[in-house]
């Protein structure tokens, strides 16, 4: 069992920067792999990007390629999602999700967090 918990949300203007942690208890966080999803409203929950076990390899959505960056530090059980030039449709719930294979889909992750909104002003 892994409990993870988003924080770091809130309202910026278009252009502007945020960093979302989501911070892990539990099993051992580096034997599992973390996602970042997101949903605005009306909308299906979709994949941001995601991180290694160790941190080594991360892949992108094509929408925040080269605007987000994630991160993590085991040895404080954290993932971080850096979002530079953020846009108003970059305006969601963001959502941390832990799972022990790599994976880009909803269904590939066995533990979420409650979610962080994000809200880009334009």
């Known amino acids: 069992q892994v409990q993870l918990v988003e924080s770091g949300g809130g309202l910026v203007q278009a252009g502007g920067s945020l960093r979302l942690s989501c911070a892990a208890s539990?099993?051992?966080?580096?034997?599992?792999?973390v996602g970042w999803f997101r949903q605005a409203p009306g909308k299906e929950r979709e994949f941001v990007g995601r991180?290694?076990?160790?941190?080594?390899?991360?892949f992108y959505a094509n929408s925040v390629k080269g605007r987000f960056t994630i991160s993590r530090d085991n040895a404080k059980n954290t993932v971080y999602l850096q979002m530079n030039s953020l846009k108003p449709g970059d305006t969601a719930v963001y959502y941390c999700?832990?799972?022990?294979?790599?994976?880009?889909?909803?269904?590939?992750?066995?533990?979420w967090g409650q979610g962080t909104q994000v809200t880009v002003s334009s």
């Open positions: 539990g099993n051992t966080f580096s034997n599992y792999a």
């Open positions: 999700a832990a799972s022990r294979v790599l994976s880009t889909v909803v269904g590939g992750y066995n533990y």
């Open positions: 991180i290694s076990r160790s941190g080594s390899s991360t």
